[in-house]
């Protein structure tokens, strides 16, 4: 089975200021990673995927991310954080030596102070 | 719009009794899956169906049970044998054909046995 680690469970930031959300996965031949948002009593919302070909991908809300392969990391980021931005943020993988079943990360809550 | 309906968005349960939850989608996708979601654990996998009157257990199917009867339903029935129901639940589904591999989510179901 793949495993998706999300180093940080809570980031706080400040609105207008960078941020990065770090995701790492194991290793597979072949993987599809994901970045879902979810706002709070709602479902999961995509926001941007890789498949193939470029590596920085760009997503809805200004987010982009960046898969490197060599460091089996996917991770999000913004320029500059608006309030409504905060929410939780989940990286998933998908891999097709297991069946393409969907693994995803513990999550990462993120907080923009105003 | 297409999509996928889950109710209800709360839910009360009695200790010992069964719930059934509702995840209808007219997307005309192939697979379903449900999902409980737990603080700080992330998604787990409980049951998933590629095809009608064909499903397979996930990683916490144990007090679980499920029925694909037709393409667009897959609910979740929550036994009196699972020992700790309360959560929030998320049905997702995709399609099968390649280069789909998107999974879209409802609304998610919030469950809380008293």
């Known amino acids: 089975a793949q495993s998706v680690t999300q180093l940080d469970s809570q980031v706080p930031v400040f609105e207008e200021a960078p941020v990065e959300l770090r995701c790492n996965y194991s290793?597979?031949?072949?993987?599809?990673l994901f970045w879902y948002v979810q706002y709070p009593n709602q479902g999961l919302q995509l926001l941007l995927k890789?498949?193939?070909?470029?590596?920085l991908v760009k997503g809805i809300n200004g987010f982009e991310a960046e898969f490197n392969k060599s460091q089996t990391s996917f991770h999000l980021r913004k320029p500059s954080v608006h309030i409504s931005d905060t929410a939780e943020y989940f990286c998933?993988?998908?891999?097709?030596?297991?069946?393409?079943?969907?693994?995803f990360g513990t999550g990462t809550s993120l907080t923009v102070i105003p | 719009d297409g999509g996928i309906t889950q109710s209800p968005k709360y839910l009360f349960r009695k200790e010992g009794q069964n719930v059934t939850l509702s995840c209808e989608q007219n997307?005309?996708?192939?697979?379903m899956y449900w999902y409980r979601q737990d603080p700080g654990q992330g998604l787990r996998l409980i049951y998933y169906?590629?095809?009608?009157?064909?499903?397979q257990k996930g990683d916490i199917a144990e007090g679980y049970s499920v029925s694909r009867e037709k393409k667009e339903s897959f609910p979740l029935t929550v036994t009196s044998a699972q020992k700790n129901p309360t959560a929030f639940y998320l049905c997702?589904?995709?399609?099968?054909?390649?280069?789909?591999?998107?999974?879209?989510f409802g609304a998610g179901s919030r469950l809380t046995v008293l």
């Open positions: 998933a993988v998908s891999a097709s030596n297991t069946g393409n079943q969907f693994y």
């Open positions: 169906s590629q095809i009608v009157n064909d499903f």
């Open positions: 290793s597979s031949v072949s993987v599809y």
């Open positions: 997307l005309n996708h192939d697979a």
């Open positions: 997702a589904s995709r399609s099968l054909d390649s280069g789909a591999n998107v999974l879209t």
């Open positions: 890789y498949l193939s070909g470029s590596t």
